[in-house]
């Protein structure tokens, strides 16, 4: 230990450093997940899609944007019981946040089926694009195991 001459305050030296491994930085987290889009992207808009995709693509559409109404009620009666409280409950807040994310996934990929029936590669790439921007990873989505 050595004294500080301007004042009278210990000065202490620590014996060893730990040094952290180095984590992957944000940057570099961000390029991999835009090359892994952008490889998807592309391997989609190579594929070519008959008229069977596109009639299923309008079935999933249809189901899906039923699915979306029955949620969007359902997100309603949360959001009413949330507003009853006054939105103090901690419980009814999660439910509420978590109905509107349940409702939001779902008319982004009722839209990207409904487009898809036009466009598929534009459709499914939006879809792909939403869940990108939501941070899911592209390994555990669906979308690689459609795209070979």
Do not use: W
Request: contains cysteine.
């Amino acid at each position: 230990m050595e004294k500080d001459e301007d004042s009278d305050r210990t000065i202490h030296q620590p014996e060893y450093v730990i040094l952290d491994k180095e984590e992957e930085q944000p940057q570099q987290q961000y390029a991999k997940e835009q090359a892994d889009y952008l490889t998807t992207l592309h391997k989609i808009g190579q594929l070519r899609f008959g008229l069977g995709l596109r009639i299923l693509c309008l079935l999933a559409a249809g189901i899906a944007a039923i699915a979306t109404a029955i949620i969007a009620v359902l997100a309603l009666i949360v959001v009413a019981m949330g507003a009853i409280t006054l939105f103090l409950s901690k419980d009814i807040n999660a439910q509420v946040l978590k109905a509107l994310r349940n409702v939001r996934k779902l008319l982004v990929i009722t839209f990207g089926l409904f487009l898809a029936v036009f466009s598929p590669a534009l459709g499914l790439g939006m879809i792909v694009l939403y869940f990108m921007l939501k941070g899911e990873s592209l390994q555990q989505d669906i979308i690689n195991k459609v795209v070979p």
